[in-house]
T-cell receptor
Framework: GQQLNQSPQSMFIQEGEDVSMNCTSS?????WLWYKQDPGEGPVLLIA?????ELTSNGRLTAQFGITRKDSFLNISASIPSDVGIYFC????????????FGKGTKLSVIP | EAGVAQSPRYKIIEKRQSVAFWCNPI?????LYWYQQILGQGPKLLIQ????????DSQLPKDRFSAERLKGVDSTLKIQPAKLEDSAVYLC?????????FGQGTRLTVV
């Protein structure tokens, strides 16, 4: 089955720093989604990417769909304490396929 | 716009008991997913519906788990009998196009 490798697994950063995380896949995806999950809540969609090379921003968040269609990254600029949480990438492959595969998550801690 | 609704939020049962979870997707969303999320891991797909038909249930432990989506709207996921390793958060998500939106989940504890 499809596998997503997400890294880093966890990271500690100082408030105000930028942070980057990425996902790589063993197969080609046609959609990449990035989610944030707070404790006790369901994942919340942050950014959706639909084509290779696409670069999309949502406030301080920027995500890119890799050219090879097997990877994606998420950047957070000028981190703030409320950025704390677990970030998940998810990918969807194949025309008309709705199966969504998740990475294992990146746990972000922001030190004030 | 109302989001994905799930109930209950929390459930504690003894092993070998039965439990059921309910999901109401976003109105008009044809695709519905049930995911299992064990603490510290990413969500793992259990079953995917397209309207009221099953698209993928390859990772559903069918000896104890069952799910249905009658009329292509609400869905229920049942576990019978539950095992200790079923303790997890059960997430429901719905999708219309390529974006998927999640409910808050049901946290199941099996003791």
């Amino acid at each position: 089955g499809q596998q997503l490798n997400q890294s880093p697994q966890s990271m500690f950063i100082q408030e105000g720093e930028d942070v980057s995380m990425n996902c790589t896949s063993s197969s080609i995806f046609n959609t990449w989604l990035w989610y944030k999950q707070d404790p006790g809540e369901g994942p919340v969609l942050l950014i959706a990417l639909y084509k290779a090379g696409e670069l999309t921003s949502n406030g301080r968040l920027t995500a890119q769909f890799g050219i090879t269609r097997k990877d994606s990254f998420l950047n957070i600029s000028a981190s703030i304490p409320s950025d704390v949480g677990i970030y998940f990438c998810a990918g969807r492959s194949g025309a008309g396929s709705y199966q969504l595969t998740f990475g294992k998550g990146t746990k972000l801690s922001v030190i004030p | 716009e109302a989001g994905v609704a799930q109930s209950p939020r929390y459930k504690i049962i003894e092993k070998r008991q039965s439990v059921a979870f309910w999901c109401n997707p976003i109105s008009g969303h044809a695709t519905l997913y049930w995911y299992q999320q064990i603490l510290g891991q990413g969500p793992k797909l259990l079953i995917q519906f397209q309207n009221n038909g099953v698209v993928d249930d390859s990772q559903l432990p069918k000896d104890r788990f069952s799910a249905e989506r009658l009329k292509g709207v609400d869905s229920t996921l049942k576990i019978q009998p539950a095992k200790l390793e079923d303790s997890a958060v059960y997430l429901c998500a719905s999708s219309e196009a390529r974006k998927a939106f999640f409910g808050q989940g049901t946290r199941l504890t099996v003791v």
